[in-house]
Structures are given as structure tokens and as C-alpha cells.
């Protein structure tokens, strides 16, 4: 009887949500659950509708109803995220702005974009290009990851040691709240410090505190010159010293160290990967360095000085500097190809954050934890090490049960040296467990204050992060 109430009252809130988003704007069934529910998950989404609004209006309508009737709400973008941010179950109900895909302003000389939220990342790319211009954030899922995505997540991605993350790049936004008001702070400006920064309530907050619609990206000039080169070099301590020789020398232009372990250089350079080995295979660590400049000639040189003065002083063992446009483009797919690591079955994909010079020790640390647990594992290590940022990818036999081990091992040495379980990704429900051990009690504490502020109900993507009631 109970359950005949609850589905008829399902069905009512369907029917009165459909009205709202018109024809094609609800999906239901077979075409909900043949969806896949992410990148490198073969399961369909689980829930009772997709919703596909074409405008903020009908975003606050629809956030109204669900307010009133205490339904849950997931926004989606495009389905990249890594921590379970975006999951839905039975009963929920999924948000999708794929069709609010607008790019209704690129300003060349404010240098600014004005985007929908479901615009995909590439295509941003691609309007700025054609201005002259550059919008930095640049990540593996650039094709199909979405700018609404990229601001709940606080993406940060390849170019961070120079541009930030997504929060720098973000001047205003347009969000909806959950009780439907809609806040509209498109700010075009750098500087304005007229109060709080609202934008940063919606900006790495996976969706829990409303839902962005419309934002205003801050571009930059579109660099002349693209220096990429891989070195290769024989302990720890000279990457950390080579991360400093190189932004020194570099003047400002170094925009990417991103650092390879031997084993994850070797997976990306043997078969099935499709990359040749730009330099032999027996080197303890690779440096992939990019530096963007103004100009052609004088970066050149200016590169070739540091790298020989770097080489001087031993640094490097051994190097390749791409000499042409396909070349440059090898090496950075050579560094992204980390669908690699799926050749394991299970893998277990990690994204910690923590100072420069614990980095050897901790890497260290987190291996001898596996051997202990499981003996046997495979530890992929690679990283945005200019950011402090480290991923691995750990196998540990074939047991999905192997999980917990692997998180305990990864995540428990963080605790006492102020590292962060998550660096770019986010929590989700994949790092909720471990929120308590990046983030002390009373910051918990005033995360659910906000959240209960403009969430009372609880119907933004809830039990991700943490328990609001807690
Ligand atoms: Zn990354």
C-alpha cells in the first residue's frame, strides 16, 4: 500500500517536471539506465529521470518542485569524474545541463568568455583559439567533461604551476540554489572585493550547494611559443631541484612538470600503448616540461640555456626536445595515456596532494604499506609534481576487496604530514571515509553549516562530500 502511495507520488512529481522542461527534456527508462554512468564504468545509470532544462528559468523551476517535495537531485556533466561525485541511485533524480551548451560571448579585449554551463570543455578551447586567445585549464577529458563539471569539481589538470586551477579562471557564475532562487553574480571583472566571493560557495562543491547555469571565464592571450621536452633524470632530489632551475630560468613561462616514475614510463611506452620510448626505459624518474612564451626565437634559446646549464650541473642524465608540433604532441600523449593502467583488473586510481620535499619519503611510505598488506602490487606513480600533486594506480590483486587496503595504505600517511586526499579530484563518495583526515573537525563542522544554509532539505547531491547531518 505504502509503496503504491510512494510510486504514484513519483510519477505525479515526473509528470509536473516534464511539463517544466518540455518536449525531449525528460528521459525515463531504457534511455536512463543505457547511459553509461561514467568513464571507465560499464554500469547504466541508476534513477527515476533525466532532466535536460535549456534555460536557468527552467533550472529554478525544476529545483522549486523538488525543493517542496524533498526530492533528491544529482547534476551531471560529462560524466569524467573519478570520485563518484556524480553517482545516483533508485529514487533520484538526475540534472543534466547537455543542453544548455551556449558560448554567447567571447570579449577579445576584456578577454572573457561567457559559456552555458553544459558546454564541453574542448569546444571552449576552440572559440578562444579562434579569438587568439587561450583558456588554460587543460585535462585528459577535454572532449567530453563539461564547464559546469569543471567548476563544481575545481578541475586543475596539466597547467596549474602556472594558471591555477579552475577557480582562477572563473570571474562570475549564474547558480541556481536549491529552493530555486537563482543568484546571478556574472562578474566580467579581476578585482572586486565588494563583499564575499560568492562564487566560491558553488566552485569545488560537487554540486551540494546549488547549481551553476552560466559563468564568465577569464582567457588569456593565446602564447606564441610551445617548448616541450622530457628529461630524464636519476633521483628525487634532482627533480626538486630541476622544478627550481627550470622556473627560475624559465622567467615565468614554465606551464607544465609533470614527473613520470619508471614504472608508469615504461607502461605508456611499451605495447599495447601505441608510444615508442622517447628515451630508453631504465631511468628511476622522466621530466615532461612545458614552457609557453611570447616569443619564438628568444624562448628557444632561452630554453636551450637553462637545459644546458641544468645538464652542466647534473641534473639530467638524458633528454629529447620536441622539434615539431607532432613531436610535442607524442609526448604529451605519451604522459596522458593513462588509460593504460586498465590493462589491471581491478586498479584503484588515486589523487593526493602534499609538500614538494615529503614526496620521496611518502611514495616510499604508501609502497612499503602495500607490500605489507598485500605482498604483491603494482604501484603506478606519476604526477603534476610543479603542483605538488601526485596519482597512482595501484593493482593489488583480484579482489575488489582490496580497495580498503589500498586507500588505508595511500591514505593514512597523509594524516601526519598535512597532506590532502584530494588534490583535483574531489570526494565524492569515493573519499567521504577519509574526509576527517585532510580536513580538521571544526572545518567539517562549518562545511555543514553551509550546507544546511542553502540546502535545508538536502536535496543537492546528497551524501557526497560528508553527512550533512553528521
Ligand atoms: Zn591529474
Known amino acids: 500500500m505504502l509503496d503504491d502511495v510512494t510510486e504514484s507520488t513519483m510519477d505525479d512529481l515526473l509528470a509536473t517536471l516534464a511539463n517544466v522542461v518540455g518536449d525531449g527534456g525528460m528521459l525515463t ?34 529545483l522549486a518542485i523538488c525543493d517542496e517535495a524533498g526530492q533528491p537531485l544529482v547534476a551531471q556533466g560529462g560524466l ?40 564541453v570543455l574542448e569546444a571552449v578551447h576552440n572559440a578562444a583559439d579562434e579569438h587568439g586567445l587561450m583558456y588554460p585549464l587543460d585535462i585528459g577529458g577535454r572532449g567530453s567533461c563539461t564547464l559546469g563539471g569543471n567548476i563544481a569539481t575545481n578541475a586543475g589538470g ?57 559563468a564568465v571565464l577569464r582567457l588569456r592571450e ?35 612538470f609533470e614527473v613520470l616514475w619508471n614504472n608508469f614510463y615504461r607502461l605508456v611506452t611499451t605495447p599495447p600503448a601505441t608510444q615508442t620510448p622517447p628515451l630508453p626505459q631504465d631511468y628511476p624518474f622522466y621530466v615532461l ?17 637553462v637545459f644546458s646549464e641544468a645538464h652542466e650541473s647534473g641534473l639530467i642524465e638524458d633528454a629529447v626536445i620536441a622539434t615539431s608540433e607532432a613531436q610535442r604532441r607524442e609526448l604529451w600523449a605519451m604522459r596522458d595515456d593513462v588509460e593504460q593502467v586498465h590493462q589491471y583488473k581491478p586498479v ?11 614526496m620521496d619519503a611518502y611514495v616510499a611510505q604508501v609502497n612499503r604499506g602495500l607490500e605489507a598488506t598485500f605482498g604483491e602490487y603494482t604501484n603506478f606513480v606519476f604526477g603534476h609534481i610543479g603542483d605538488g600533486n601526485i596519482h597512482f594506480a595501484v593493482a593489488a590483486g ?67 562530500i560528508f553527512d550533512a547531518a553528521g
Open 29 to 62: 527508462g531504457t534511455d536512463v539506465s543505457s547511459r553509461a554512468s561514467g568513464i571507465w564504468r560499464s554500469q547504466g545509470i541508476e534513477a527515476e529521470a533525466i532532466l535536460r532544462p535549456r534555460t536557468t528559468e527552467e533550472v529554478s523551476r525544476i
Open 80 to 119: 569524467t569524474g573519478l570520485v563518484e561525485g556524480h553517482i545516483t541511485q533508485a529514487g533520484e533524480i538526475v540534472l543534466s545541463l547537455e543542453r544548455m551548451n551556449d558560448i554567447e560571448e567571447v570579449n577579445p579585449v576584456e578577454r572573457t568568455m561567457t559559456v552555458q554551463a553544459g558546454v
Open 158 to 214: 596539466n597547467r596549474v604551476i602556472r594558471y591555477g586551477m579552475t577557480r582562477d579562471m572563473v570571474l562570475g557564475v549564474e547558480a541556481v540554489l536549491a529552493d530555486g532562487t537563482v543568484v546571478s553574480s556574472m562578474n566580467h571583472m579581476i578585482k572586486n572585493n565588494a563583499g564575499y566571493d560568492l562564487k566560491q560557495l558553488f566552485i569545488g562543491t560537487e554540486g551540494s550547494l546549488g547549481i551553476v547555469t552560466r
Open 222 to 256: 593565446k602564447p606564441r611559443s610551445q617548448e616541450t621536452m622530457l628529461l630524464a633524470v636519476s633521483d628525487f632530489d634532482r627533480v626538486t631541484a630541476l622544478l627550481k632551475a627550470m622556473d627560475a630560468g624559465l622567467g615565468g613561462t614554465l606551464s607544465a
Open 289 to 305: 616540461i612545458e614552457a609557453m612564451g611570447g616569443d619564438p626565437q628568444a624562448d628557444h634559446a632561452r630554453i636551450e640555456q
Open 348 to 358: 584503484f586510481i588515486f589523487d593526493v596532494s602534499l609538500r614538494v620535499s615529503d
Open 398 to 464: 583480484e579482489d575488489d576487496g582490496a580497495q580498503d587496503g589500498v586507500k588505508q595504505a595511500v591514505y593514512q600517511p597523509l594524516k601526519s604530514i598535512g597532506g590532502s586526499v584530494s588534490a583535483e579530484h574531489g570526494v565524492g563518495l569515493d573519499k567521504k571515509k577519509y574526509l576527517n583526515l585532510s580536513r580538521n573537525d571544526e572545518e567539517i563542522a562549518l562545511m555543514r553549516t553551509l550546507k544546511r544554509a542553502l540546502d535545508p532539505n538536502g536535496i543537492l547531491n546528497p551524501g557526497k
